[in-house]
C-alpha cells in the first residue's frame, strides 16, 4: 500500500523510518560530498529533496530512488 502515494510501499517506508541514521551513513558513504543537511527530508517535499540530491550528486534521480530502493 502507498497511503502517501510517494511511490514508496509504507512498510518500505516505515522500515527506512527506523533505519535513517544507517541509511543517511550509507548515502555518504556512496556520496562523499553528502552532508546531514542535503540528507535531511521533510514530509511532502520528496521532489524537491531528489531534486536537491540530484544536483548535489550528479546522478539521475531515476538511479537515486533505485539506490535508495535497494538500501532499504
Keep these: 500500500m502507498d497511503a502517501n502515494n510517494n511511490n514508496i510501499n509504507d512498510q ?3 522500515r527506512a523510518r ?3 541514521n544507517e541509511i543517511k551513513g550509507q548515502a555518504k558513504q556512496k556520496w562523499g560530498n553528502l552532508t546531514d543537511d542535503d540528507l535531511t527530508y521533510n514530509e511532502g517535499e520528496q521532489d524537491e529533496w ?3 540530491l540530484q544536483h548535489k550528486t550528479g546522478d539521475a534521480i531515476d538511479d537515486i530512488k533505485s539506490w535508495f530502493h ?3
Design 12 to 14: 518500505t517506508e516505515l
Design 70 to 72: 535497494r538500501t532499504f
Design 50 to 52: 531528489f531534486g536537491r
Design 18 to 20: 527506523g533505519n535513517w
